[in-house]
């Protein structure tokens, strides 16, 4: 079970918007930066979002990230197929000193 | 240009000892702040963080698999080793390296991967 809640799954249409959310608790999202991954099928874990709101050069603005107290959000506009992936939330644990993740969610571009 | 590269055995029998390698160029252990992660991801399943050593010889892990860890340093190769003790079926993952720097969870960069199976 991990520390971090996020939806096993989202989908919606191409052109569309889908938001995915991840939530923690004070020792984790309410005192730490949030952090997206983004995983395509059978590759690594790639940044997408980084303190909270943040995109890594080449990160299209589609993609956006948020937090409120010990809740996350990452929304991406404008779905493509290619978007199809998993998502991944992750945080620093102040009380176990642990970098935690959140179980993944993964997007269906219908 | 960063990059990191896991290297080690893709089988091991349980009960042994898993040892990983993780090679990196782009960046320097020896400069303040940067760190190294191990995450693992078995098969279908969520990202699990290992472990973490930092610049200054600082070590972090995983509080149900402290006791089998050990990460370790040699900034002259510019690699990140990890052990892991008693291996069993369920430690089946896929297992990379990533980059981090202190006071940030963000994981910037990221190996490709290197499956471990643990089957007799």
């Known amino acids: 079970q991990s520390v971090l809640t996020q939806p096993p799954s989202v989908s919606a249409a191409p052109g569309q918007k889908v938001t995915i959310s991840c939530s923690g608790s004070?020792?984790?999202?309410?005192?730490?930066?949030v952090s997206w991954y983004q995983q395509l099928p059978g590759t690594a874990p790639k940044l997408l979002i980084y303190?909270?709101?943040k995109r890594p050069s080449g990160i299209p603005d589609r993609f956006s990230g948020s937090k409120s107290g010990t809740s996350a959000t990452l929304d991406i506009t404008g779905l493509q197929t290619g978007d199809e992936a998993d998502y991944y939330c992750?945080?620093?644990?102040?009380?176990?000193?642990?970098?935690?993740f959140g179980g993944g969610t993964k997007l269906t571009v219908l | 240009q960063v990059t990191l590269r896991e290297s080690g055995p893709a089988l091991v029998k349980p009960t042994q000892t898993l040892t990983l390698t993780c090679t990196f160029s782009?960046?320097?252990?020896?400069?303040?702040?940067?760190?190294v992660n191990w995450i693992r991801q078995p098969p279908g399943k969520a990202l699990e963080w290992l472990a973490r050593?930092?610049?200054?010889?600082?070590?972090y892990y995983r509080t149900s698999l402290k006791t089998r860890l050990t990460i370790s340093k040699d900034t002259s190769k510019n690699q990140v080793v990890l052990t892991m003790t008693n291996m069993d079926p369920v430690d089946t993952a896929t297992y990379y390296c990533?980059?981090?720097?202190?006071?940030?969870?963000?994981?910037?960069?990221w190996g490709q991967g290197t499956l471990v199976t643990v089957s007799s």
């Open positions: 990533a980059r981090s720097i202190v006071r940030s969870p963000t994981l910037d960069c």
């Open positions: 782009g960046f320097s252990l020896t400069k303040s702040e940067m760190c």
């Open positions: 050593i930092d610049w200054d010889d600082d070590k």
């Open positions: 004070s020792s984790t999202i309410g005192n730490n930066y």
């Open positions: 303190d909270n709101d």
């Open positions: 992750g945080t620093w644990d102040r009380s176990l000193s642990t970098v935690v």
